[in-house]
């Protein structure tokens, strides 16, 4: 995987400094001073947040693995969560207070009931090859390293909790057999559509907004305070294909009453972060799916224009 293509001062400044051997160097401009109103779809910061992130997974083919935890990377990274954070703590109102006991039900309950997600509705019913085509290369980013922001959390909890998140994660990772990883599967359906499957293939293609739903579940993973907030994400129900549709029936009754609902009931202090995790991944789903059928709509691809991306990149 190459470095993202630059959206911005800061993003330019950040991956122009990764070109070259570790080293310090200051914060970019645009990041010491105050900030106007922090967006979620912020296209510089997001792509920024997401090389920060990915150095802690499959890094990048022109960038030394030593700048994972260089301390001018991470004092950048801290900036960019901030941002992040400012922007979510604004799109997403914090769910009331509730007693550990209804942590489970209030999961339930957060995802919209009465019909089909419209974006969900519209793929099943009505989207020609392309259209379905560009909804996998948006999710890409996401599938093909699946489970692992939730690995992180292992370590950070205990007992039945983590009994629980470990055997979701098992079936996740396909069970011990490489080829039926849910990752690898996902890689499957991208080659029957003729889609290009290396990892990070498509990351100058996909938009703020689509960067935003893969940098939440890093930010939540990365941090053990926010080890409710990823919890509550993979709790959200999510829409997905035969055997991950099937497994994921399975994964919600674990999620929510033996991971979520344990967890808020050892630490009833943190039932409300659960259910805040649960709503930005609803929320940031939400925004998503907007951002998409608008597009689609005006008759225009909801991906970032091809030109954007210099030749050679």
Known sequence: MR??????????????????????FGLPPPLTGP??????ADEDVQVALFACYEMHYQGFDEVDERWEWN????????????????????AVPR???????DVPRLLVEMVPGGGPWPLA?????????????????????????????HTWAIPRLRGPV??????????????????????????????ALGLDDAYGAYA???????????????????????????????AAAR??????VQADAVHEQIAVWDMCGRFAAGDPGAGGEVLYGAACALTLDRLFAEHVMDRWRSGASSLREPHAVPAGR
């Open 162 to 191: 983590k009994a629980a998140l470990v055997e979701i994660q098992a079936d996740e990772y396909g069970g011990g057999r490489a080829g039926r990883m849910h990752s690898e599967l996902f890689r499957g359906t991208m080659r």
């Open 239 to 244: 829409r997905y294909y035969d055997e991950h």
């Open 204 to 234: 100058d293609r996909v938009p703020a907004v689509t960067l935003a739903v893969d940098n939440a579940m890093s930010m939540f993973g990365l941090h053990r305070r926010h080890r409710g907030r990823l919890l509550g994400g993979s």
């Open 121 to 149: 509705d519209y793929l099943h019913k009505d989207a020609c090859l392309d259209r379905f085509r560009e909804f996998v290369v948006h999710r890409s980013l996401y599938h093909l390293k699946e489970a692992d922001p």
């Open 35 to 40: 900030s106007a109103e922090p967006r979620v």
């Open 95 to 101: 769910p009331p207070a509730a007693p550990a006991r």
């Open 3 to 24: 470095l993202p293509v630059p959206r911005g001062p800061i993003s330019e400044r950040l991956f122009g400094e990764l070109a070259r051997p570790p080293h310090a």
């Open 71 to 90: 301390r001018s990377v991470l004092a950048v990274r801290e900036r960019l969560e901030d941002r992040f954070e400012r922007a979510l703590a604004a």
